[in-house]
Nanobody
Framework: QVQLVESGGGLVQPGGSLRLSCAASGFIVSLYPMAWYRQAPGEQREFIAGLTSGGATNYPPSVKGQFTISRDNAKNTVYLQMNSLKPEDTAVYYC?????????WGQGTQVTVSS
């Protein structure tokens, strides 16, 4: 049974950093493409970081150079390091995996950037 559990969200001041974690169970993260998405109030869910099984990463221009996706194979966990956070980064952040033709999501973790 595939399960993704995000953690690490919270309230941070503008310019601050957070590291989100996505603990996976039911599959091995290094064997499947993993991604992070976010959804702000009233907005569509948007892709913000991807990590292939081969280790290649990709980001949309809006967060490239600001966010970094990585994984720890020993912990079967994927991370999202977020730096120089801005109020417009406020959203619920979701972890995603594509496994055998199906897309799985975690419950999300709230990130609020505010002074």
């Amino acid at each position: 049974q595939v399960q993704l559990v995000e953690s690490g969200g919270g309230l941070v001041q503008p310019g601050g950093s957070l590291r989100l974690s996505c603990a996976a169970s039911g599959f091995i993260v290094s064997l499947y493409p993993m991604a992070w998405y976010r959804q702000a109030p009233g907005e569509q869910r948007e892709f913000i970081a991807g990590l292939t099984s081969g280790g290649a990463t990709n980001y949309p221009p809006s967060v490239k150079g600001q966010f970094t996706i990585s994984r720890d194979n020993a912990k079967n966990t994927v991370y999202l390091q977020m730096n120089s956070l801005k109020p417009e980064d406020t959203a619920v952040y979701y972890c995603n995996v594509l496994r055998d033709g199906s897309s799985y999501w975690g419950q999300g973790t709230q990130v609020t950037v505010s002074s």
